[in-house]
């Protein structure tokens, strides 16, 4: 009996799980502990960097391609401010639910000021105001495209693929075989994805055994209402609003969602990475959702930089524990100015593992709280990393079905 890749991931995942738990009861110190963690490290680790070896070039190619093609049938406009105006609104959604919970369940009143005091003396952390967040992220978009290449800088990789495919289109006949090239070259890193996928069952337990075995049972405990009501509204965004905006724009179900991109999904959680899980996430919206090409290759690259729901939220619900904990009450609008703040945060964080720690700092600062504050919350990130990103991901997968949708109709 042949069993399907998304079943062997899926049971990739709950063997890691289990072995995580298995070395836990063990003790990680122990010897056995330590080769077996040290060997799940190395094989999580390749896995993540076959990922990432792959990005690069599927994100380029996609992107270039998919916007010629659109462009071709004068679609580009409709797609991007569809894609736009549903990142924005999933995203707001998302902060509203992060402040809401929090503030109902107000994590962080009380809680002992020595484990903060402690914390924020070991980092320094780097002040950016949301001007200068601003300069450095638009400075950030328009970089030589050897440059971004070379480092892997998705966005303005995103930023010059755009240009090229709607030069190639402009230029017609003339370009076609750049166009025909590109269109090859993207053909041949998916099959190359096809064969980085088959180690993902073994990749994926490997990073979820470390996951599991390496989370701090007691500092989880001792910030365990935030924690909660974090991976809650998080789980409450991703499982059921998220669907529910899928159901009510194009009718597909959540079980058929969910079936279709438990892979990108389970990898997300295991990497904490939206762009290590990119070339995994446009494999199942292609082939198990069913969007079309040169949509899928749009807006997932693009969602995958920009479009953080799970990032948005936790930015947002963050800055009110630590608000909390310091023992300031935000006002109104200084909730309002948390959700702006947050949203860009989310948009400017690249998709890789804690980076919504680095761009929380201008959350923080925007309403006066001290930056050095994510010092707390670093030692937990791990664990609400692993969540947010799946969010992040299924947004990005809900958000190519939607405008799909919109896209079709006008055809
Ligand atoms: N790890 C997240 C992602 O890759 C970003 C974050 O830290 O929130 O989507």
């Not at 002992?112 to 001007?131: I, K, N, P, R």
Request: hydrophobic share 55%; proline share 3%.
């Amino acid at each position: 009996m042949r069993v399907s890749l998304n079943t062997q991931i899926l049971l990739g995942a709950v063997t890691g799980i289990g072995l995580g738990l298995l070395l836990t009861s063990l003790g990680v110190d122990s010897i056995a502990s330590q080769r077996t963690l040290y060997v799940a490290g190395l094989l999580g680790n390749v896995f993540v960097d076959l990922l990432k070896m792959i990005l690069v070039p599927l994100v380029f190619t996609s992107i270039a391609v998919g916007v010629a093609n659109l462009r071709a049938h004068q679609q580009i406009h409709r797609v991007w401010t569809i894609t736009l105006a549903f990142f924005v609104l999933s995203m707001a959604i998302a902060i509203v639910i992060g402040l809401s919970a929090t503030n109902l369940f107000a994590p962080g009143k009380g809680l002992s000021l020595a484990l903060f005091q402690s914390g924020t003396t070991q980092v320094a952390a780097q002040h950016m105001t949301l001007a200068e967040f601003a300069l450095s992220f638009f400075h950030s978009l328009f970089v030589n495209p050897f440059a971004a290449l070379a480092q892997g800088n998705v966005l303005a990789i995103v930023i010059f693929a755009l240009f090229l495919g709607i030069a190639l289109v402009i230029g017609g006949e003339r370009y076609r075989n750049i166009l025909v090239l590109l269109q090859e070259g993207l053909e041949l890193t998916l099959r190359i994805v096809g064969w980085i996928m088959r180690l993902a069952p073994i990749g994926i337990m490997a990073l979820l055994t470390k996951l599991v075995a390496t989370q701090d049972a007691t500092l989880l405990a001792s910030m365990g209402k935030f924690v909660a009501v974090v991976i809650g509204s998080t789980l409450l965004h991703g499982a059921v609003v998220l669907p529910l905006l899928l159901w009510l724009v194009t009718r597909v179900s959540p079980l058929h969602f969910w079936r279709g991109a438990r892979e990108a999904l389970v990898t997300a959680f295991a990497t904490s990475s939206s762009s290590a899980t990119l070339p995994v996430t446009l494999r199942c919206v292609q082939q198990h959702l069913h969007v079309r090409p040169e949509i899928a290759g749009f807006v997932i690259p693009l969602g995958a930089t920009v479009n953080m729901d799970g990032t948005a939220l936790y930015e947002a619900a963050a800055a009110l524990f630590i608000a909390n904990h310091a023992g300031i009450d935000l006002n109104f609008i200084q909730q309002l100015i948390v959700c702006f703040t947050a949203m860009i945060a989310a948009i400017g964080a690249p998709g890789i593992p804690s980076a919504g720690m680095v761009t929380m700092v201008m959350v923080l600062q925007s309403v006066g709280l001290p930056a050095e504050a994510i010092a707390i919350l670093l030692p937990i990130d791990r664990l609400l990393d692993a969540f947010r990103t799946a969010v992040n991901v299924e947004g990005d997968m809900v958000g190519s079905l939607v405008v799909q949708k919109f896209v079709g109709r006008s055809d």
